[in-house]
């Protein structure tokens, strides 16, 4: 079962209790306490801080685009604001456009942008 992401506010708290603590598991202790659900592994509450202390933010880089400029691995080329422009105006102009037939990109691309950046799901466009 996965669990769902943890806000802002959560990782803040995680991130100044093992401040003041020093202690993964304290700080684990004290989340479980005020929140009431599974708190963070130690090894994420320990990369959390450390990632507060390198770039002053705690947020989950890979789930937030607009932070995520550094992200290891080959950046998409393809998802750029041009093309999602392009693709939205698409849309609108025909919404039941297959991806599969679609001339501006791939298929996979085509999806990533309309789920992710337009908030358009495969057989609900």
Known sequence: MVDEQFTARQRAFVVLRYAE?????????????????????????????????????????????SL???????PRTVHTLHTIATIRQALQSNPRMSARRNNIMSKSSFNRVTRLDIS?????I
């Open 120 to 124: 358009f799901h495969p057989y609900k």
């Open 68 to 74: 995520n400029k550094d992200r290891s691995g080959r």
């Open 21 to 65: 603590t020093h202690s993964a598991v304290q700080a684990q202790q004290d989340f479980r306490r005020r929140y009431h659900r599974r708190p963070p592994c130690e090894q994420t509450i320990r990369n959390n801080f450390k990632r507060y202390q390198e770039k002053g933010i705690s947020l989950n880089l890979k789930k937030d685009r």
